[in-house]
Nanobody, 117 residues
Framework: QVQLVESGGGLVQPGGSLRLSCAAS????????MNWYRQAPGKERELVAS????????TYADSVKGRFTISRDNAKDTVYLQMNSLKPEDTAVYFC??????????WGQGTQVTVSP
């Protein structure tokens, strides 16, 4: 059974940090690029970061450049999102997804990140 399970979300103060993890199973993780998306109430879903199947290439939304880092460990079938210097506007549900052939094939269920004083 294919699974993507996010963890690491929570409540953090502005300026704080969180590391999200997404554990994959049931498919050939190393053959898929991985994305992190986020969605806040009243806002469109936003692609936050992407990493290629090997981890050799990454991309970021302008809103998070310099603050967030996406990485993956193919030996552990896990993708990470390190989030630093968090802002209230980062508050959202964060989802990981698996991409092959330029198509999102699988989605996780999401983890809530709340940035508030």
């Amino acid at each position: 059974q294919v699974q993507l399970v996010e963890s690491g979300g929570g409540l953090v103060q502005p300026g704080g940090s969180l590391r999200l993890s997404c554990a994959a199973s049931g498919f050939a993780f190393g053959n898929y690029a991985m994305n992190w998306y986020r969605q806040a109430p009243g806002k469109e879903r936003e692609l936050v970061a992407s990493v290629s199947s090997t981890g050799g290439s990454t991309t970021y939304a302008d809103s998070v450049k310099g603050r967030f880092t996406i990485s993956r460990d193919n030996a552990k079938d896990t993708v990470y999102l390190q989030m630093n210097s968090l802002k209230p506007e980062d508050t959202a549900v964060y989802f990981c997804s698996a991409v092959r052939g330029a198509t999102i094939r699988y989605w996780g269920q999401g983890t809530q990140v709340t940035v508030s004083p």
